[in-house]
């Protein structure tokens, strides 16, 4: 089984028939992998290397300059993270010089468009909030990129968003960074030949770099929401369905709004030009993380996520597919030219072969955007009267929920203590606790099986689940993002909170089983809502009964992010093994070692089923000690 999603596994088989090649094949080529990548223990970072250690103590313990297993393992992990860091972090400068350019009248097509989020980031900053928005947003944008390099202290980005006890914790174990950049210079200056061999203390420098791509991640959510919006309860659709034969059909893949957001402004005053070449309109579709940020915010139908990317343009309904960074499949490039469909990079700094190349720079987005639309026009035009294979599968999507929006819907119960009723549906056990369901699909797993299964296990013991990234995105397309699958799926204690915020705040009925915050940066909206609940308890976050799941993880993203929910003290279970097993003291640092220095500590389970029961364990264990009622499994 390649997938769980009928619409993906009728598009494998179109594929399959038609001789293009998808990832799945690519994975089979690839058999079997190497074994010793697979543990960590391969080092290539001088060229007296590549060396490898023998895993059964048969061959070489050491490389070529005495590096052994504990070393390797580590510093492969560290730059994992850092590469991880660098990506979210990136993302994030990119939007600060956005707005940026936008304030200085150089780019129009940004400004602040939610003043209120910018006066809630200014006064969490500390800064006069007795100014105009665009004063105030420049002022924010002078602390925004002063933490990309190295500061006096401990970075504001990462310490206004934690508990003060986690401050002091990780301050104590040295593990604040003071600057983004430089963080990620020092990762990689300490993981050169020669330098930190030291497996802990390497790890440490890891946690500090983890902590420095929470800050870069809040800081993207923090930016995207002041320029594009605050995103708030919205209802869409999700799945290869909601492709529209008749339309011109434009899928955004990758990451950053600061393309996606504006080509959504543009797409929608070109309407008439879509309808003068015979569509009946333009039908903007997302994938991946852009797919996501463009949902919360605009309602956006996502149509498929992560590992099945390449996947709509066999429907041969495509017109175009834009793409800006990050977890965008180079093969997309082959698969589109097979299939007649343009595809377009837009970002300098990502080219792919074989794709068209638009480079959109801020001072000139708009242009840029109608210039792709076009492109999608003259598409659409191509292929009238071409078949199209589009599976008619699709789900209701409700998503949106900031925690804002989150904030917002409990006030409706308790308008001057709006955290209260989540507070106490968690101490009455009627909400058990709160489980993070992120990251990516991986095609070493049958696409969103372990998300699925391990939700359904959960939410039937009344655990309340948030979702983001790709993980979100498998949600939506199997319709658990709806409060129709509360009815189907939730335990008594969880139906029933769910349906009195959900009535209260005027819905009609229960919130979506399953709370979608956003994009994989966006989990800084899930840390936000960990760190108010453990302010107001007056504990730390390493006390709450919070957990955090990537089961089908596959990016150096994605270890970074489960390196900072352990950083921040929660439980991380990981559904596919990292590539640590090569050094037992790595891995027992990970998963027990840590434990004691942060609370938080990774779990690794690839039964999906046993996944759910240790990270149940995981939230019993912390109900315990806070003296709350347990349940057994
Ligand atoms: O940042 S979940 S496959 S798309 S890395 Fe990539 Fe993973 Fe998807 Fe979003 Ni996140
Ligand atoms: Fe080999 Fe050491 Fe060079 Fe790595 S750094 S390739 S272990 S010699």
Not at 81 to 99: E, P, V
Not at 129 to 141: G, N, S, W, Y
Not at 211 to 221: E, I, L, P, R, Y
Not at 367 to 380: F, P
Request: aromatic share 4%; glycine share 10%; charged share 20%.
């Amino acid at each position: 089984m390649k997938s769980k999603d009928p619409a993906v596994n009728r598009l494998i088989n179109v594929a399959l028939d038609r001789g293009v090649e998808t990832v799945w094949d690519r994975l089979a080529a690839q058999q079997p992998q190497c074994g010793f990548g697979e543990l960590g223990v391969c080092c290539r970072n001088c060229a007296q290397g590549p060396c490898r250690i023998s895993p059964f103590g048969d061959g070489p313990q050491r490389g070529v300059c005495g590096a052994d297993a504990h070393t390797i393992v580590a510093r492969n992990l560290v730059r994992a993270i850092t590469a991880g860091c660098a990506a979210h972090s990136g993302h994030a400068k990119h939007l600060a010089h956005a707005l940026h350019k936008g304030l200085s009248g150089k780019a129009p097509a940004y400004g602040v468009k939610d003043e209120v989020k910018l006066r809630a980031l200014a006064a969490r900053l500390g800064l006069d909030a007795e100014k105009t928005a665009d004063a105030l947003a420049r002022d924010v944008l002078g602390i925004a990129l002063a933490q990309f390099a190295e500061g006096e202290g401990p970075m504001p980005w990462a310490t206004t968003v934690m508990t003060e006890g986690r401050t002091q914790r990780l301050a104590e174990l040295g593990a604040l960074p003071t600057g983004i950049e430089n963080t990620i210079a020092e990762m990689m200056h300490r993981t050169h030949l020669g330098v930190d061999a030291d497996p802990v203390n390497l790890l440490l420098g890891g946690i500090t770099c983890s902590v420095a791509d929470m800050a870069g991640s809040h800081m993207a959510t923090d930016l995207a929401d002041i320029m594009f919006g605050t995103p708030e309860p919205v209802v869409t659709e999700a799945n290869l369905g909601v492709m529209n034969e008749n339309m011109v059909n434009i899928a955004l893949h990758g990451h950053n709004p600061v393309v996606s957001d504006v080509l959504v402004q543009v797409a929608r005053e070109m309407e008439d030009q879509a309808k003068e070449v015979g569509a009946e309109g333009i039908n903007l579709l997302g994938v991946c993380c852009t797919g996501n940020e463009v949902l919360m915010r605009h309602g956006i139908p996502s149509i498929t996520h992560s590992i099945s990317q390449e996947l709509p343009l066999l429907t041969g309904a495509l017109d175009a597919m834009v793409v800006d960074y990050q977890c965008v499949y180079p093969s997309l490039a082959g698969v589109a030219q097979c299939c007649g469909t343009p595809l377009i990079t837009t970002m300098d700094m990502a080219k792919i072969p074989g794709a068209t190349h638009i480079g959109v720079r801020e001072e000139e987005a708009r242009e840029k955007a109608r210039e792709i639309v076009n492109l999608a026009l003259e598409a659409y035009q191509r292929r009238l009267g071409r078949p199209v294979n589009i599976p008619q599968y699709k789900e209701k999507v409700v998503a949106g929920f900031s925690v804002e929006a989150v904030v917002q819907a409990l006030a409706a119960v308790n308008a001057d203590d709006p955290l209260k009723p989540l507070i106490d549906s968690i101490v009455s056990g009627s909400i058990q606790g709160v489980v993070l369901m992120a990251g990516c699909n991986n095609v070493k797993v049958p696409q969103d099986h372990n998300f699925l299964t391990i939700a359904r296990e959960l939410v039937a013991r009344d655990v309340l689940i948030l979702a983001t990234g790709c993980g979100a995105g498998a949600y939506a397309r199997h319709g658990m993002l709806t409060p129709e699958a509360v009815g189907e799926f939730a335990g008594p204690g969880l139906k029933a909170v769910l349906t009195a915020v959900g009535e209260a705040a005027g819905l009609g009925g229960p919130l979506p089983l399953i709370l979608h915050m956003g994009s994989c940066v966006d989990n800084s909206r899930a840390v936000d809502l960990a760190v108010a609940v453990a302010n107001k308890l007056g504990v730390d976050v390493d006390k709450l009964p919070v957990a955090a799941s990537a089961p089908e993880f596959k990016t150096e993203k994605a270890v970074a992010i489960g390196a900072y929910a352990v950083a921040l003290g929660m439980p991380v279970h990981l559904g596919v093994v990292p590539p640590v097993l090569g050094s037992a003291q790595v891995t027992s640092l990970l998963t027990a070692g840590i434990k004691n220095l942060l609370g938080g500590y990774f779990i690794v389970e690839t039964d999906p089923v046993e996944s759910a029961r240790l990270i149940f364990e995981a939230l019993q264990e912390r109900r315990q000690g806070l003296e709350l009622p347990t349940r057994a499994w």
